[in-house]
């Protein structure tokens, strides 16, 4: 049973434009949310994190929006760049206040860039 | 400031024989995790320690895979004996207890890539 979802396994979106990547989740537990940026050979990289009681939080080109009641999250990349061009990975999480939680992968959407 | 250290990157063995990894969390970072990334899959959380103790490892094989985390720093993650079904990438994360920000982002190493033939 797959409790976070990344439906589209690869995305392709022109450079300049809007990258919009999605991710639902079903455990109406997790609290804590946040995206994961591998590339190839690497580790995946921490890109942004959302809590439950927030229901968006930006950095810089990067932005997380969380619908609780439809238990769903996506990530806006603007403008997205080639060097975004990269695996992206949803995480869920419970904060059991004593710690952080191991995280719950969903299975990651391949974002390519086009110049 | 270092980032997880793992090693090695690359190991390739045949089935029925063991294999240990070895990880390096940043330092000062109480949490350390052991994930498997199987191809085309996310990763996937095996155990979890705070400091040496283990706070979750209802999703490790325990009749094969074993993991410690002496003195509270480096870990190490064994299989004994290997399956076809191990090759996977072997991920070690950190994190604080609670970050600056309230949050508590997961660091990840390089990962280990297992091949079992």
């Known amino acids: 049973d797959q409790q976070v979802k990344q439906n589209s396994p690869s995305l392709s979106v022109q450079e300049g434009r809007i990258s919009i990547l999605n991710c639902d989740y079903t455990?109406?537990?997790?609290?804590?949310f946040l995206w994961y940026k591998k590339y190839p050979a690497e580790g995946p990289t921490f890109l942004i994190s959302i809590s439950s009681i927030k229901d968006k939080n930006e950095d810089g080109r990067f932005t997380v929006f969380l619908n609780k009641s439809a238990k769903h999250l996506s990530l806006h990349i603007v403008p997205s760049q080639p060097g975004d061009s990269a695996v992206y990975f949803c995480?869920?999480?419970?904060?059991?206040?004593?710690?952080?939680?191991?995280?719950?992968f969903g299975k990651g959407t391949h974002l390519i860039i086009q110049p | 400031e270092a980032g997880v250290a793992q090693s090695p990157r690359y190991k390739i063995i045949e089935k029925r024989q063991s294999v240990a990894f070895w990880c390096n969390p940043i330092?000062?970072?109480?949490?350390l995790y052991w994930y498997q990334q199987i191809l085309g899959q996310g990763p996937k959380l095996l155990i979890q320690f705070q400091n040496n103790g283990v706070v979750d490892d209802s999703q490790l094989p325990k009749d094969r895979f074993s993991a410690e985390r002496l003195k509270g720093v480096d870990s190490t993650l064994k299989i004994q004996p290997a399956k076809l079904e191990d090759s996977a990438v072997y991920l070690c994360?950190?994190?604080?207890?609670?970050?600056?920000?309230?949050?508590?982002?997961?660091?990840f190493g390089p990962g280990t890539r297992l091949t079992v033939t």
């Open positions: 995480a869920a999480s419970e904060y059991s206040g004593g710690g952080a939680d191991g995280l719950t």
């Open positions: 330092s000062g970072h109480a949490t």
């Open positions: 455990n109406s537990m997790f609290d804590y």
């Open positions: 994360a950190s994190s604080f207890l609670l970050g600056a920000s309230g949050t508590y982002e997961q660091y």
